[in-house]
């Protein structure tokens, strides 16, 4: 059934799916991405998914939290489905392949089958998750996370993006547009779960690898650190006295960079947003909002150094207020001998070369590991280039990623 596999096919859908908020960045050869989750351009590329679904006879539903569904039948209807998927949503400067290979990938597998006319015994659903980047609405993976249980949908709602509008207005609006789609209850437990994803890291390429047996994902941990001072004259408050939030961030980073430091270079600590107001260049910033992006495979020293954070930013903070807030906390999961096995099957029966890797990227992989045995396949990525406009895989590559998960589905759905 592999064999059925289209790589004209899969890279056709993939470049007209990249036009959905595609943007081209000048000098360069590179075509980026901007498709926020819950927005216009979300809901254009998923009509473009279900029109490509349901040529080939899938039944198509979504959720209460948006998650898409698409099912292709099997001989026992009754049986746990095998369940695969990704996400579509991507960063504001994201690439062509990040989240969508994945989801395209499955419809590649599910395409591959029709073709061949071959059903399995389980059926077999394939998912676009809502959410997972946490680039519009902090944190990621809101839709399997509301899937899975792990988190109510409503916990969720009163969430903003950068313009002040809710996560709940957005999803509601998302599940208004989109009320001509079959209705499906929230949560399920599949057979077992096998997303196909970019490795978005340089191990694959670097070693001449074909194929990421995915052992697990790291930990993330993500706080949001609001400083709070107070605003004065630029040219007439004596810097003695001031309440500036802006210095103060500074040297809360400076002792967050202290804290997390790591000679081996494994643990991720990254301060990539922030805001400060009022924002203008003569006002002393009496506000200023930071995110903490930290990771690590190792959960104790997640825990340790997560923890530790708060006390950290007092203790360097001179004249401001301090507030924490934790919005993001997903231990480090292990994948399931029944899934990786069958990945690294499947790449042997392909004649493709494997090694097993964890996870630095989190993915929605990781909420449905508690539900039913679950794993991951990797292609390489370019120079390990991904959250990037520069982010690519070649139709060759992701057509070997495309017949490995066709075999994969065949085995766990036989
Ligand atoms: O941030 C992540 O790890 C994922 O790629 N959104
Ligand atoms: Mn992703
Ligand atoms: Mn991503």
Redesign the pocket.
């Known amino acids: 059934m592999s064999g059925s596999v289209s790589e004209a096919r899969q890279w056709a859908r993939l470049m007209e799916l990249a036009e959905i908020g595609g943007f081209a960045v000048p000098g360069t050869e590179d075509i980026g991405v901007n498709r926020p989750c819950l927005s216009a351009l979300d809901r254009q590329a998923r009509r473009v998914m279900i029109d490509w679904a349901r040529a080939i006879g899938c039944e198509v539903s979504v959720d209460e939290a948006a998650n898409l569904f698409f099912r292709r039948e099997g001989t026992e209807p009754g049986l746990a489905p095998v369940l695969t998927g990704s996400h579509m949503d991507t960063?504001p400067e994201g690439g062509r392949f990040?989240g969508i290979w994945g989801v395209v990938a499955g419809l590649e597998a599910l395409t591959a089958m029709h073709d061949a006319g071959v059903t399995t015994r389980r059926a077999i659903e394939l998912v676009a998750w809502t959410n997972?980047?946490?680039g519009r609405f902090r944190p990621?993976c809101t839709g399997s996370m509301n899937w899975s249980g792990h988190t109510k949908p409503e916990a969720f709602r009163a969430i903003l993006d950068g313009d002040g509008v809710t996560y709940g207005a957005a999803l509601d609006e998302q599940l208004a547009l989109e009320a001509d789609i079959p209705r499906r209850a929230l949560g399920g437990v599949p057979h077992a779960y096998v997303e196909a994803h970019i490795e978005?890291g340089p191990i694959l390429e670097a070693e001449g690898f074909d194929i990421g047996v995915v052992t697990g994902i790291q930990g993330?941990r993500w706080f949001t650190v609001t400083l709070t001072g107070e605003t004065a004259h630029a040219g007439t408050a004596p810097l003695r006295g001031r309440r500036d939030a802006v210095q103060d961030m500074v040297r809360a980073i400076v002792a967050l960079n202290a804290l997390t430091a790591d000679p081996t270079d494994t643990l991720r600590f990254t301060v990539a947003r922030v805001e400060v107001s009022p924002n203008t260049s003569n006002s002393v910033a009496n506000r200023a909002t930071f995110t903490i992006?930290l990771r690590h495979p190792d959960k104790g020293v997640l825990v340790a150094k997560g923890d530790a954070m708060l006390a950290t930013i007092r203790g360097a903070v001179r004249d401001c207020a301090v507030e924490m807030v934790e919005n993001f906390h997903a231990m480090p999961v292990p994948f399931d001998p029944l899934v990786t096995g069958a990945v690294a099957a499947a790449a042997a029966a392909e004649g493709l070369r494997a090694r097993e890797l964890p996870s630095?990227?989190?993915?929605d992989a990781q909420f449905v590991v508690p539900l039913c045995p679950t794993g991951m396949i990797f292609v390489p990525s370019r120079r390990g280039i991904?959250?990037n406009p520069a982010e690519y895989s070649s139709p060759a590559q992701l057509a070997a990623g495309a017949r490995v998960l066709t075999r994969v589905l065949e085995r766990l759905a036989a």
């Open positions: 960063q990040d997972e980047e946490g990621g978005q993330s992006d630095g990227a989190f993915h991904s959250h």
